[in-house]
């Protein structure tokens, strides 16, 4: 996994396992690796997935079974489309615009673009 500096990196880690949950790798109730597989698996110290797995779970998207490990929970795809829906309209529509009127970009330009895409 590569990571990228502007960003923390246990949320990167949070939004590859969201990337997976979303693509069908993991399914709702299913278990997913734990904190030391993926921790193998992306190179990075078992506190910074730790750290990702509950970030995780506090946002509702999975949950520990007691001596088996981490699990999705049920909706957890809904949870994260959510999330990033929030994160879209919170973050990337303001800066969309801020970048729009600093380069002289009009919303008629925009909606053009948008139709042809």
């Known amino acids: 996994m590569n990571f990228t500096g502007n960003k923390a990196i246990y949320l990167q880690i949070a939004d590859y396992i969201c990337e997976e949950i ?20 992306v190179e990075v110290n078992s506190n910074t997935v730790m750290r990702t797995f509950d970030w995780l779970q506090s946002h509702d998207i999975i949950y520990t079974r007691r ?15 959510e999330e990033r829906r929030k994160e879209f309209i919170d973050e990337v529509i303001p800066n969309l615009l801020q970048t729009m009127k600093t380069l002289g970009i009009t919303k008629k330009e925009l909606l053009e673009l948008l139709r042809d895409a």
């Not at 069908?24 to 698996?41: F, L, Q, T």
């Open 22 to 41: 979303l693509a069908g790798k993991y399914a709702d109730d299913e278990r997913i690796p734990s904190v030391r597989e993926v921790a193998g698996m």
């Open 67 to 81: 001596g088996l490990g981490y699990f999705v929970c049920n909706g957890a795809k809904d949870n994260i489309r």
